[in-house]
Every structure is written in C-alpha cells, then in structure tokens.
C-alpha cells in the first residue's frame, strides 16, 4: 500500500476500448493475480512503457508466461501492428452499430 502522503490525486474516466479476446483474459488474470483492477494494471503498464521501464519483473513474467499458456495467447509486441478482426467478429460489430444511432436524439 502506498503511504498517503505519497498518492497522487487524478481524475479517472469511463472508456470502452476493444481488446484482443485471449490478451483481455491474461491481463484480468494478472490483475486478479496482484489483486489490482484491470484499469490500475492497464495505467501501470502504461505508465512504466511511456518512461522506457519494464513493468514487470522476472517473476511476474514467468507467471505471465503461463498464463499466456493457459489462456492460448501466442501474440507477441512484434504483432502489434498487424493485428485484424476476422469477418465474423467486423460483420457483428458492424450489425450492432447499425442497430444504434451514432449521436444522441435531441431534447426537447
């Protein structure tokens, strides 16, 4: 636990992003593993690649690995940038926002 003199006020907002299916069950595992939520997992992450820090260490990467084992995730960083959505998860997707109106009905 941080000491309260050290915590830092912030403001955090609701988002809803989209993640590969396999990598979303091994961050909710890590989280549950270190008793974190997905979102202090996910700034911390962040937050340790944008000063060029590893965020974790040997030991937690070696429980990452196998819960990457057990969860079927063969990605890697190298796959980042090549990553696509196959036709049944584009075609659902499209369906669901033809089913929703993009902005919002005004009031009267």
Known sequence: MVPTRDR???ERVQTGLR???RLLKVLKAVAELYDLSLGDLL???VLHAF???PPFGEESRR???????IYGLDLEAADSHRLVEGPAATA???KGEAARPRT???RP
């Open 43 to 45: 700034e911390g992450i």
């Open 19 to 21: 993640l590969e299916k």
């Open 63 to 69: 429980r990452i690995r196998e819960l990457e084992k």
């Open 51 to 53: 000063e060029g820090k």
């Open 104 to 106: 919002r009905p005004r």
């Open 8 to 10: 830092r006020v912030v």
């Open 92 to 94: 659902a997707r499209r």
